[in-house]
């Protein structure tokens, strides 16, 4: 069972390169997400997802885009990457809505310089 | 504003002592609430969620509405319960993404 799989485990960037955190489920979940992990201030949500073709934003949406093409794949992209988004970002997915479980990924750990 | 508080960014219990790990929130309607955990090189989990009311691993966690808190126990811990834990409440009647959120955790550290 994979789950919840993201691509890089760690990344690191220089100030305004590009670049896409991936993340792929094989379970068939309509809700995705992406959060942001940072030291005290636990996770905070970027994006969201409902199903194919639709995303709104969450919490914390500036710096970052969203697009959900299928229902396994929800690409997180940093258009010019800031020494802010230095973070660890996490994907989850969930059957139904949030008050179901969310599955979690491994996560990224981006450093940007 | 804070919507969720976890006071305590690390507790330090001996092995068989009770653990209250504390989670206060700010909403007057009533919310759902639950409470991850992320082990040591694991994926972070959903470890309960208070309207299933049951006990996962020796814990429960009880909303009290009055005091607005749904705090985490355990009466006797166990080292293989060192953790990082965090409360997350939907604080709505609906699946309204932006009122789901996080703490900002507390590790817990049991020590032999």
């Known amino acids: 069972n994979a789950g919840v799989t993201q691509t890089p485990k760690f990344q690191v960037l220089k100030t305004g390169q590009s670049m896409t955190l991936q993340c792929a489920q094989d379970?068939?979940?309509?809700?995705m997400s992406w959060y942001r992990q940072d030291p005290g201030m636990g996770l905070r949500l970027i994006h969201y997802?409902?199903?194919?073709?639709?995303?709104d934003q969450g919490e914390v949406p500036n710096g970052y885009n969203v697009s959900r093409s299928t229902t396994e794949d929800f690409p997180l992209r940093l258009l010019s990457a800031a020494p802010s988004q230095t973070s660890v970002y996490f994907c989850?997915?969930?059957?139904?809505?949030?008050?179901?479980?969310?599955?979690f990924g491994a996560g990224t750990r981006l450093s940007v310089l | 504003a804070q919507r969720v508080t976890q006071p305590e960014k690390l507790l330090s219990v001996f092995k068989g002592a009770p653990v209250e790990l504390k989670c206060n929130y700010s909403?007057?309607?009533?919310?759902?609430l639950f409470w991850y955990v992320q082990y040591s090189r694991q994926r972070l989990q959903l470890l309960l969620r208070?309207?299933s009311r049951e006990s996962i691993k020796g814990f429960t966690a009880d909303l009290n509405k009055g005091e607005t808190s749904f705090h985490l126990k355990k009466p006797f811990a166990q080292e293989e319960d060192s953790a990082m834990y965090y409360c997350?409440?939907?604080?709505?009647?609906?699946?309204?993404?932006?009122?789901?959120?996080f703490g900002s955790g507390t590790k817990l550290n049991v020590k032999p």
């Open positions: 989850a997915s969930s059957r139904g809505g949030w008050k179901n479980i969310q599955y």
């Open positions: 379970m068939n979940h309509e809700y």
């Open positions: 997802s409902v199903g194919a073709g639709i995303t």
């Open positions: 909403y007057s309607g009533s919310p759902e």
């Open positions: 208070h309207i």
């Open positions: 997350a409440p939907i604080l709505s009647d609906y699946d309204n993404f932006n009122k789901f959120y």
